[in-house]
């Protein structure tokens, strides 16, 4: 059973800064795209950034040039370092991955529980 571990969440100012931390616990043979989707109030869930395992990353319009995703393969965490924070980046983030394991069904998506960030002043 694989699970990921969110942490970094909190309240912060418009402005400020935050770190998101995701870290990968169990038996996990190759560990694949990661990355960070986010749900704010009445609003479904979308993408805000991706790392593959070849180092490409993909972020969402609306976080570009703020928000930096960034991967520890040794660690098996994956980081959303999240600059210049607005209002309306206040949501539910949730760490999810794409990973290859030994039993069936071989190859998983996993998500997090979710960490909530309130951009306030």
């Known amino acids: 059973q694989v699970q990921l571990v969110e942490s970094g969440g909190g309240l912060v100012q418009p402005g400020g800064s935050l770190t998101l931390s995701c870290a990968a616990s169990g038996t996990i043979l190759r560990t694949n795209t990661m990355g960070w989707h986010r749900q704010a109030p009445g609003k479904g869930r979308e993408l805000v950034a991706t790392f593959t395992n070849s180092g490409s990353t993909n972020y969402a319009d609306s976080v570009k040039g703020r928000f930096t995703i960034s991967r520890d393969n040794a660690r098996r965490t994956v980081y959303l370092q999240m600059n210049s924070l607005k209002a309306e980046d206040t949501a539910v983030y949730y760490c999810?991955?794409?990973?290859?394991?030994?039993?069936?069904?071989?190859?998983?998506?996993?998500w997090g529980q979710g960490t909530l960030v309130t951009v306030s002043s």
């Open positions: 999810n991955g794409d990973f290859n394991v030994p039993t069936r069904p071989y190859r998983l998506e996993v």
